[in-house]
């Protein structure tokens, strides 16, 4: 029985060792070493070596104005992205859902922006939304509608939005797709049962449909934390963080940080910080959702 | 049993494979070449095509010439290699895009491992090349190497910028100084010409002001067309603010102790103050602040009359607009001052395993009239053999003369900061209403607190 055992686990571990080689080479060696680095003062090209400063950086950080300045910027991303995200798939799924004619091919073009890489997004959107020569102001123009033009990626006050925007763009598609299988999943007999209730097309909505979603919003909610905390392509294509430092956030500013100045510890310190907001944003999405879990 | 090691076999395959998949590229040259991909081009000679050229010592090698994407649309670089292919029978030339300046650095990485999949590399500014002299990573061209060429033959200031604590670590491929690119047609227009219709130059700032408003066109309220435009981008700003100052400042930028920059001068003030004014004014657009290619785009098509930037967009701009439609004008101060150079340089890694055949790549095909001829004609990318100027345009001639008595811009090794910060204080200047008083403070207080370090 013995042998038997140790025979079984040891074929278990002839499968996953293939596996656990190339996460430990690619996924934890780098991970811990970019702590170890984070921990230490260290320009790659013109120190020496590491020199060990303890949470020096994660201290001199919270005085770095540009730092400051990124962590403001990332969180309006968010906020703006997330909601607006949420909101925008959510009604597009209801709306692809709802049997109308013409569904299938809108879920079609609003899945399209996935398949274009974000950088090609990115160089895109720079022409479209370009104030002199850019579609987007043209369009304004020719609907009468000049007021509304803007200088969309030059203006301080507007660009972040702007970025916030293309972003949704990017995403719906993704987030459309997660929803519309949600929506799919719910019997029909608790709309039924409403309908037979004297619910209205509202409080079917929020009775029936919002809480089957639950298990939807957990998966949607924990990407699209992820993914409008890690913001880098959009900065780094269209803006390049400016003008001035308006659209520069924590993921472009740790990059900058690492592969332009060079400075690989203070931004592994950075990045470290992103991944706190990250599993912060995440835990917090979880454990809304599941609070009442158990009184279902 | 025979099912679980034949499952068993199936996994251990496939992980091989996976493995194989994902296994190292090449180090150096002479590896056989790959398939064909849009990425590398690979263009092998036939060695039968011309029986009377002998094969030589670098018979079996391959070459592998990374180069900035650009460079590869604007120099000649496939018919060099198919050239030196012809030239050299069994040597086989592969030509690599590398990412642009600012995008990533395509080298550094992989040369602190002790290893290239390059042997000679093109783009690159000396303050890009200075953090692979800091670390050890360039071959000397000595005298050896220019004893095909002399040094003589050089245009000195660019050939100046190739060296490094007194060693030559990069030979320039091409030269750019900054000056206004200006659109003939427009300055005709609005009257800013000799009596031979040549562009007038601007003598100082009020003058360029008064060029500005008169080539700035509004209709409906609405501007078409702006008199000037800057590149404020992070690859111009600095040596846009360099031209801007020496050509004014009796041919100085730096302080006294040639390490710091002068943010702090009358002449400084002046400049900044002009920058702010022709933008408050509507004389220029700011998408030059985020939009590395708002100028050139602007004025190819017609949006912009003068661009304060690399002389190039004049020759690049020729493509669209015609030949002679846009021409090179000093900026204020630096016909007699002279203005910035820099240059794009030729480096080779000392891991590279054909440092020799490199050298000769270079001198043979690189160096040589007719690929210089041929990227300055049709791209303003200036010559760095001054006898190549004989034969080229009366407009790039006249850079030979503004290049002899221009400046570089010093080597720091916090190059990166320094960019990045004036970017931003010029951004929120130009942007947000900075004023430049304060732009001046941050300037030099944040150039202060960077304690900059010059590369010898």
């Known amino acids: ?296 | 049993m025979n099912r679980k090691f034949l499952v068993v076999g199936l996994i251990c395959m496939m992980v091989a494979f996976v493995l194989a998949g994902c296994g190292g590229g090449n180090s150096g040259g002479g590896n056989a070449s790959k398939q064909n991909n849009s990425n590398t081009k690979n263009v092998s000679a036939n060695p039968n095509n011309d029986s009377s050229k002998q094969e030589d010592i670098f018979t079996g090698k391959t070459l592998v010439v990374s180069a900035q994407s650009w460079i590869i649309d604007k120099w000649p670089l496939q018919e060099a290699a198919e050239k030196f292919m012809q030239d050299h029978p069994g040597v086989k030339v592969e030509v690599k895009p590398a990412p642009d300046k600012g995008e990533a650095d395509a080298y550094i990485l992989q040369w602190s491992q002790g290893t290239t999949n390059v042997d000679l590399a093109l783009g690159g500014s000396p303050a890009d090349i200075s953090p692979y002299v800091a670390k050890d990573f360039l071959v000397e061209f000595d005298d050896a190497f220019f004893s095909k060429i002399g040094k003589d033959k050089f245009v000195q200031p660019l050939l100046q910028q190739g060296v490094f604590k007194g060693k030559q670590y990069s030979v320039p491929l091409l030269g750019e100084v900054i000056s206004l690119n200006v659109n003939v047609d427009h300055m005709k227009e609005a009257g800013l010409v000799d009596a031979n219709g040549q562009p007038l130059a601007p003598k100082d700032w009020n003058e360029l002001y008064d060029f500005a408003q008169k080539l700035t066109k509004v209709e409906n309220g609405k501007t078409v067309r702006y008199g000037l435009a800057v590149d404020w981008m992070t690859n111009f700003i600095t040596l846009n603010y360099y031209s801007g100052l020496v050509g004014t400042n009796n041919g100085k930028f730096l302080l006294d102790d040639g390490k710091t920059i002068d943010f702090q001068s009358d002449k400084a003030k002046e400049l900044l103050e002009f920058w702010q004014r022709i933008v408050n004014d509507g004389l220029t657009p700011t998408d030059g602040v985020i939009d590395v290619n708002a100028g050139r785009n602007a004025l190819k098509a017609g949006g912009v009359s003068m661009l304060w930037t690399a002389s190039s967009r004049a020759q690049e701009s020729e493509a669209v607009l015609g030949e002679g439609k846009v021409v090179n004008v000093p900026l204020p101060g630096t016909d007699q001052y002279g203005s910035i150079v820099f240059t794009h340089g030729m480096y080779i890694p000392k891991y590279s395993k054909n440092v020799e055949l490199a050298k000769v790549f270079i001198q043979e095909q690189l160096l040589d009239k007719y690929g210089q001829q041929w990227s300055a004609t049709k791209f303003g990318k200036l010559p760095v053999i001054t006898e190549y100027y004989n034969d080229l345009s009366p407009g790039i001639q006249s850079m030979l003369k503004v290049m002899e008595h221009s400046h570089s811009e010093p080597l720091y090794q916090e190059q990166a900061k320094i960019t990045d910060l004036m970017h931003k204080q010029i951004s929120y200047m130009l942007t947000e209403g900075q004023s430049v008083e304060q732009t001046m403070d941050n300037l030099s207080k944040g150039f202060a607190d960077l304690d900059v370090h010059i590369v010898e």
């Open chain 1, 1 to 296: 029985m013995r042998i038997g055992l140790r025979k079984h686990f040891s074929i278990i571990a002839l499968f996953i060792l293939p596996s656990m080689l190339i996460v430990g080479l690619f996924m934890i060696y780098p991970l811990f070493h970019s702590i170890y680095l984070s921990l230490t003062e260290y320009n790659f090209v013109y120190s020496e070596k590491p020199q060990f400063v303890g949470l020096g950086n994660y201290v001199d950080m919270f005085s770095d104005p540009e730092f400051i300045i990124a962590t403001k910027n990332t969180l309006i991303f968010a906020v703006c992205f997330f909601t607006l995200l949420m909101i925008v798939s959510l009604a597009i799924a209801l709306l692809v859902t709802s049997g109308l004619r013409g569904m299938k091919t809108l879920r079609t073009i609003v899945f399209m922006p996935v398949i274009v890489a974000l950088s090609l997004t990115g160089v895109i959107f720079q022409w479209i939304l370009n104030e002199r020569f850019g579609v987007l102001n043209h369009v304004l123009e020719l609907l009468h509608l000049d007021v509304l033009t803007r200088n969309w990626l030059g203006d301080s006050d507007v660009a972040l939005f702007s970025l916030v925007l293309v972003s949704v763009w990017r995403y719906t598609g993704i987030v459309m797709i997660l929803f519309v299988a949600g929506l799919q999943a719910i019997p029909e007999d608790l709309y039924e049962a409403a309908k037979l209730d004297g619910a209205n097309w509202w409080n079917r909505f929020v009775y029936v449909t919002l809480p089957n979603l639950k298990e939807t919003f957990v998966v949607t909610g924990v990407w699209g934390a992820m993914n409008s905390i890690k913001v880098f392509e959009q900065p780094f294509i269209m803006t390049y963080g400016g003008p001035g430092s308006a659209t520069t956030t924590l993921y472009f500013y740790s990059w900058r940080n690492s592969f332009e100045f060079f400075e690989m510890g203070y931004g592994s310190s950075v990045a470290y910080f992103v991944a706190i907001l990250v599993l912060v944003a995440s835990a917090i999405n979880i454990f809304i959702l599941n609070r009442n879990k158990h009184l279902a």
